[in-house]
């Protein structure tokens, strides 16, 4: 199998599965224990804990870590609201924010809150002007994401941030497919991050918090994590994630001179019958999403069985709906029905992807009745 679904996923690092096997092997004591095995744990935990903070890299704040980046989102989300000051009762997003966004939103939606969601232009890029036009007093959080899942295009956050604090709303930003690939720009007040898009493991995600801004708990219980998210922490998943983390720091230059150098031989290859969806620019180039006139991408992703690719989204793509993304920047629903998603990174050569993409090619060709 040729992998090329670096959204959807990434493969997990050798050195993290390393890391976790001790943990799944022997060590198995209860963090939260106050056993000489349970100190042994809870001090991994917090080792992972730094690597994770390091890898966000921005000065203070904690990390509370949570089973997932939709927890760490919803926790987000609903908390901030909660807490929020009297006379507050406004969110403003953006339309091509992840469902973990835009679901809870929604609900919120349906529970006495309101929610202002923001149009992108045809390169996928928030306004500037709108948002500053769509806060006021009644606004308590602003949620923008980095790095965009499904066609890579990046927000300005520290502009983003800047306007919701002039407005005195707090700024969440979501940026799981931000971490270890594009730093993370200062300003937000929490970011929700998540290890399995960074080579971690599944199953643990993170919400890094500004002093001051941690929501209400989501989730009650005995108290751990700052006693604002409880549950049983596993150390297994969070040395994982911590590994993980530490790595896309080292990495970082590394992994996005191979991008790039990715991006390049892949855009040489498709040529000029296929049109990149959203910024070329204003986005992580280890998302390649693409569209081409009267595809059926349904059907390519069927004809090419041993290449892990995807529509739109992960999410959407089991869903039958177009992409609420691809509809955002204004594609029809035809040309969201043509279009694919290239994923690639770290552990992506440039034989095989080039491979990839001139048999998406061919098969394109075989599709339309055109000579391969
Ligand atoms: N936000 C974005 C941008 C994502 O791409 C994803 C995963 O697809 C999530 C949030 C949810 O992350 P998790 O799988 O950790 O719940």
């Known amino acids: 199998m040729i992998y090329l679904d670096y959204q959807a996923t990434t493969p997990v690092a050798p050195e993290v599965a390393e890391t ?28 992972a804990r730094k690597q994770v903070t390091q890898a966000i890299g921005l000065d203070g704040g904690n990390v509370a870590f949570t089973g997932s980046a939709t927890e760490a989102l919803n926790w987000a989300i609903k908390g901030s609201m909660e807490k929020a000051q009297k006379g507050r009762n406004r969110i403003v997003t953006v339309a091509t924010e992840h469902a973990a966004v835009l679901d809870t939103c929604e609900w919120l939606g349906g529970s006495g809150y309101d929610v202002t969601r923001l149009p992108v232009g045809l390169d996928g890029r928030l306004n500037l002007d709108q948002l ?7 606004v308590a959080l602003v949620a923008v994401m980095l790095v965009n899942n499904e066609i890579g295009v990046i927000q300005p956050i520290a502009e983003v941030a800047a306007l919701a604090h002039d407005a005195g709303a707090l700024m969440l930003c979501d940026a799981v497919q931000g971490l270890g690939r594009v730093l993370i720009p200062n300003g ?15 199953g643990i995600g993170a919400l890094w918090m500004r002093e001051g801004a941690e929501p209400s708990p ?20 969070c040395a994982g994630f911590g590994e993980a983390a530490k790595l ?25 019958d296929w049109i990149v969806n959203g910024s070329l620019d204003d986005r992580y180039h ?30 959407a793509s089991g869903s039958g709906r177009p992409s609420h993304v691809l509809r955002a920047i204004g594609l029809t629903d035809r040309e969201a029905r043509s279009s694919i998603r290239l994923g690639f990174g770290r552990y992506t050569t440039e034989e095989e992807l080039v491979s990839a993409v001139r048999r998406i090619g061919a098969a394109a060709n075989a599709q339309q009745g055109l000579a391969a």
Not at 20 to 45: D, L, T, Y
Not at 303 to 309: E, H, M, P, S, T
């Open 20 to 47: 976790m096997k001790p943990w799944i092997e022997g060590k198995f004591a209860n963090p939260h224990s106050p056993s000489r095995w349970g100190r042994e744990a809870a001090a991994a935990i917090e080792v």
């Open 132 to 138: 500053r036009q769509a806060l006021d007093e009644s």
């Open 188 to 202: 937000a007040d929490l970011i929700a991050v998540s290890a399995h898009k960074i080579h971690g493991p599944k």
């Open 218 to 237: 989501l989730i009650h219980g005995g108290g751990q994590e700052m006693g604002i998210r409880s549950g049983t922490l596993s150390p297994m998943t």
């Open 248 to 272: 896309a720091s080292e990495r970082r230059d590394a992994d996005r001179e191979h991008v790039q150098q990715l991006w390049n031989a892949a855009l040489d290859e498709l040529g000029p």
């Open 286 to 315: 280890g998302n390649l999403n693409i569209r081409r006139e009267g595809l059926d991408a349904t059907r390519l992703i069927s004809d090419l069985r041993d290449i892990a690719f995807s529509l739109g989204s992960a999410c």
